[in-house]
Structure formats: structure tokens, C-alpha cells
């Protein structure tokens, strides 16, 4: 079995693995970049109108044959880890006939997307997969493992083909609300793996203030509680576990969650896969409504949709008249000052930012500033600390250690054993 990692090797986002065998031919993600080669934040208003050679010209494609829609199909599947993406983001330029595997929970995201926001794929030919069950793809066993991540249903791999076993981790960590997952993978987990794909997008990033995703909800609501004007969260309608965290905190401090008719939709989505998920018509729920996002509900799934979340909606004198018991989210710096408006007397308010920090500007902590908002970061990484991925590596045992998805490879053979460096487009023999 050959391995070419054709993006990945040194940097986070953009993720593209290729698994080759005598026979088969497979990709695991295939995501859109988060930085330019030139190390600028990536803009993907850049993949407008170009054409897919345009695209491998400006090393935003892989130059990979048999991929692209343009040509005659030589790739067997792609497997997708997660719905960020960083990692499913260049699938509309896939030939439509390969086969595209992923979680049920990655499918609905991605289909919520193509509807709410301007990241559209075209149609694809997804299959639904499951937990710990093995399919084939030609002599190629996969088996997919379901991992702790802030991406809902996220997916590592393992890989047999040739007498090999090579095990991909995607993105994952051991302090979120499904940490029960990680430790079982501790505790049982897959043997004889010759081959290690291992995240490391922790490694160089702060200390993180919040250690798991229980912390985070604890300090929601003890903010809640000591609340006497409107409190905002910020955070993305996507981060299932944080919407989570969320509301048990507003259950704790007994205050009310507002979340808009995106994020409603995606709770009620989400719901098919997980019955524990709170929804829009449970306690302590409403739904603040906005013009574009009802209209697009409307339109593009159902006006019958819409009248369901029309029996929880609250109308902003209501939320001034009861602001001191709201918790009102919140997703985008910019669109804000937009959200506030018309709500009586918010000096004085809290905003909890419980996102990347990278995506806090200095604009808007000037914005908070000048517009009397106390601004608290309240937040837990997406991603393994340092510890948790040694304890990963260590549990999994594996012959060779392949670094992907980081910014500091070479810290690996400071931390990990068995460790193997490759360059973005070199061929591996597993």
C-alpha cells in the first residue's frame, strides 16, 4: 500500500490523503486550504470562476489524475473525516461518479450548508457509514471510528489492504463531551498498526484557559448567574457541543437561550442522529428570527418548517424586557452590531467568545470597547493537547509515525516515537 499526503505535511487545513493499492485508488479528505502558499489566510472568493487547471495551476488543486470531473475517472472513493471544510471543502470539483463516504452527522451539515450559506457543493454521490463498520472498497477494508471532535459525527479511519494497517486519526481530542470515546480507544484500541496519520494542531498554540468542553459550560453559567443585562455567546451554530454546553448552563442559572432559525434548523437536522441534542421547543428555548434566514427556510426546505419554529419565537422587546435572563447567540464579529441593535440599554453586557481565538479581532475588541461590552474568552480546543496525543500514539503502538494537519512537524520526533517526515506529493510504501 502506497501513501501520498498531496497537502497536509505542514500546515493545518487543506487535508488530502492518497491510499494506493495494486488495484484501488482512494482519497481520505479533501478540504478547502486555510492559508495561501505565501502564508496569508486563504480567501476562498479566489476559487470563483476559475476552471479546475486554473485551480492546479495556482496549487489550490492537487494535481491529482483521474480526480477531477473534467476526466475520466481513476480514483475508487474518497472517504471525508469530518464537516469542516478544511476538510471536505474542494469536493465540487470530484468527478460526480466517485463515491464519497462519510457520517450521517457530516451529511447533514454539509446538505445545511449547501442551503444556509455561500460554501455550495454540487450534487455528490455520498454513502452513509457507521461506526466500527467495516465496508469494502475493492481489496481495500475500511473501518470508521467515531472520535471526540467539535465537528458533530467526526470520523478517524482504519485502513487494511496488502497484509498493511494504516490508521488515520482526522482531527480529534480527549476533553469534549463525547471524551468517553477517546478513553474507549485508549482502553481498546486497534492493533498492529504499521502505519500512524496522526494530527498535531495543537502543538504551538497557547495554553489553553478552558481544559475540556464541562470546564467551558461551568464558566457559562456561572456568568449567567451573575448576569443583570443581556449576555451574548458567541460561537458556531456547527459547534454541536458548545450549543450543548450552552444550554445546560442556561438550565443551570435558569436563563433563556435565543439561537436564530439556522442554528434551530440544525439542532432539529441533527436530531435523526442524536436524541439528546437540545431543540428549539425544549425548555428554556427560543428562536430569534431574521429575515434572510426565514426566507431561505421557506424557499429552500419548507414553509411549513418555518410555522413550527414560529410557535417559540421572541420578538426583540421581548428579549430587552427579559434581558437579564438571555443568553443570545451570536456567530459573526462583523454582522453584530446588527444583532444588538434595537435591544434597550446593552452597555454593561457580557459577551462570552467562545470561538478560535484567531478569529477575535482587534476591530472588534475596539468595537466592545467603545460600545461599553465586556468581552470574556470562554473557550476549549477542537483539537488533542499535547498529552492526549501522546497517550493516542502510545495506546495505537504503531511502527511509523507520520506527522499531518500541524504547523510543527518536527516537534514529533521530540514527543513521539517511530516518527517518519514526508514532503507534500512524495509517495510512501507502508
Not at 111 to 134: A, D
Not at 242 to 258: E, G, M, N, P, Q
Amino acid at each position: 500500500m502506497k501513501l501520498i499526503i498531496h497537502r497536509g505535511t505542514q500546515e493545518i487545513g487543506g487535508s488530502c490523503v492518497e491510499l494506493k493499492t495494486r488495484a484501488i485508488r482512494l482519497l481520505i479528505d479533501f478540504g478547502i486550504p486555510l492559508t495561501t502558499t505565501q502564508n496569508e489566510r486563504f480567501d476562498s472568493k479566489v476559487l470563483l470562476g476559475k476552471s479546475i487547471e486554473e485551480l492546479k495551476a495556482l496549487k489550490i488543486l492537487p494535481q491529482i489524475n483521474g480526480l477531477y470531473r473534467n476526466q475520466d475517472r481513476e480514483v475508487d472513493a474518497i472517504l471525508i473525516s469530518h464537516a469542516h471544510l478544511d476538510h471536505y471543502g474542494l469536493l465540487n470539483y470530484v468527478h460526480p461518479d466517485i463515491p464519497v463516504y462519510m457520517s450521517q452527522g457530516a451529511e447533514e451539515l454539509i446538505e445545511i450548508s449547501n442551503i444556509f450559506t455561500p460554501n455550495k457543493l454540487n450534487k455528490i454521490n455520498i454513502k452513509v457509514i457507521n461506526n466500527k463498520k467495516p465496508f469494502n472498497v475493492g481489496d481495500v477494508k475500511i473501518t470508521p471510528y467515531l472520535v471526540d471532535h467539535s465537528a458533530f459525527d467526526a470520523l478517524a479511519y482504519l485502513v487494511e489492504a496488502e497484509g498493511k494497517r494504516l490508521f488515520y486519526s482526522g482531527d480529534f481530542r480527549g476533553h469534549g463531551r463525547k471524551s468517553k470515546l477517546f478513553k474507549k480507544m485508549l482502553q481498546c484500541p486497534p492493533k498492529d498498526i504499521d502505519c500512524l496519520l496522526m494530527e498535531g494542531s495543537s502543538l504551538g498554540r497557547n495554553e489553553v484557559l478552558y481544559q475540556d468542553e464541562i470546564s467551558v459550560e461551568k464558566r457559562i453559567a456561572e456568568v449567567l448567574k451573575e448576569a443583570d443585562n443581556i449576555t451574548f455567546l458567541f460561537t458556531s451554530s456547527q459547534n454541536i457541543d458548545r450549543l450543548v454546553s450552552a444550554y445546560k448552563a442556561c438550565l443551570k442559572a435558569d436563563k433563556i437561550f435565543v439561537i436564530d432559525i439556522y442554528t434551530a434548523y440544525i439542532l432539529d437536522r441533527l436530531s435523526g442522529v442524536s436524541k439528546h441534542l437540545p431543540q428549539f421547543n425544549w425548555r428554556n428555548m427560543r428562536v430569534k428570527f431574521y429575515k434572510n434566514q426565514a426566507d431561505t427556510l421557506a424557499q429552500k426546505v419548507s414553509i411549513k418548517k418555518l410555522y413550527s419554529y414560529n410557535a417559540k419565537k421572541i420578538e426583540i422587546d421581548e428579549i430587552s424586557e427579559k434581558k437579564d435572563r438571555i443568553l443570545m447567540l451570536s456567530r459573526d464579529n462583523s454582522l453584530f452590531p446588527r444583532i444588538i441593535k434595537g435591544i434597550s440599554g446593552p452597555r454593561g453586557a457580557k459577551i462570552i467568545y467562545s470561538m478560535w481565538e484567531g478569529y477575535l479581532t482587534d476591530e472588534f475588541r475596539q468595537y466592545c470597547k467603545d460600545s461599553g461590552l465586556v468581552l470574556e474568552e470562554v473557550h476549549t480546543s477542537g483539537h488533542a493537547s499535547i498529552e492526549d496525543l501522546q497517550a493516542f500514539a502510545h495506546a495505537l503502538d504503531h511502527r511509523i509515525l507520520i506527522p499531518i494537519h500541524t504547523l510543527y512537524r518536527n516537534r514529533y520526533k521530540e514527543l513521539f516515537d517511530n516518527v517518519r517526515l514526508l514532503e507534500d506529493g512524495e509517495t510512501f510504501e507502508v
